[in-house]
């Protein structure tokens, strides 16, 4: 079984300022590396998503940077803002599997 | 209305009861999913069906139990519930292609057994 590592467990940002979340993985066979958001009762829902032939991959005031070598993904938040305090899993799919190996989660608390 | 509906949302039950959880789906999406959530665990597959006549285990199969009743239902079933299958419960769906693609996940069920 893959092993999916993400730090930090809870993270407390300033309003605009820049919340960072890390992904770290054991295999180097990942052919995709998403992030999910989840609000308080409500399910998951894809925030933005990597493929590996692409180091970064920017959406609005969200980046994901891809370092392979370091076998690690990163979710950059700029601009925080209070509506962005939610849960955030990194998901990545093996390419040899069907299934997505989920993190813990990221509580992620905006401070106004 | 949700496109991915779960019920019930919330359940309390004992040991040993049989418990169903339903999920149906207006996406018009074949594949289906049942994951469930700890707290510090993140989500774990439990079953998946890409369409009505394919069923497969996931990480956590054992004691649970599914049927797909149509394209848009999926059913989870605890055959004997037990303390730790106390948790949150979701239902996914994702288009047919290469790969995962996006899931879209209902709002959840949350079981409790006592």
């Not at chain 2, 074949?30 to 069906?49: F, H, N």
């Not at chain 2, 106390?86 to 790969?99: E, H, K, N, W």
Request: charged letters at 20%; one cysteine or more; proline letters at 5%.
């Amino acid at each position: 079984q893959q092993q999916v590592k993400q730090s930090p467990q809870s993270l407390i940002v300033q309003k605009g300022g820049i919340s960072i979340i890390n992904c770290a993985y054991e295999n180097t066979a990942f052919d995709y590396f998403p992030w999910y958001q989840q609000f308080p009762g409500k399910g998951p829902a894809l925030l933005i998503a990597i493929r590996p032939d692409v180091s970064e991959k920017k959406e609005g005031r969200f980046t994901i940077s891809f370092n392979k070598s370091a076998k690690q993904f990163s979710l950059h938040i700029m601009d925080s803002q209070p509506g962005d305090s939610a849960t955030y899993f990194c998901a990545p799919k093996p390419n040899s599997n069907y299934q997505l190996i989920w993190g813990a989660g990221t509580k992620l608390i905006i401070k106004p | 209305d949700a496109d991915v509906t779960q019920t019930p949302r919330n359940r309390i039950t004992k040991t040993g009861k049989r418990i169903m959880l339903e999920c149906s789906q207006t996406k018009g999406h074949d594949r289906m999913y049942w994951y469930r959530q700890d707290p510090g665990l993140g989500l774990r597959l439990i079953y998946y069906s890409f369409d009505v006549k394919d069923i497969n285990k996931g990480e956590i199969s054992d004691g649970y139990s599914v049927s797909r009743q149509a394209q848009a239902k999926f059913s989870l079933s605890l055959e004997s519930a037990i303390p730790n299958q106390t948790a949150l419960y979701f239902c996914a769906t994702s288009v047919t292609g290469v790969g995962v693609g996006e899931l879209f996940f209902g709002e959840g069920s949350r079981l409790t057994v006592l």
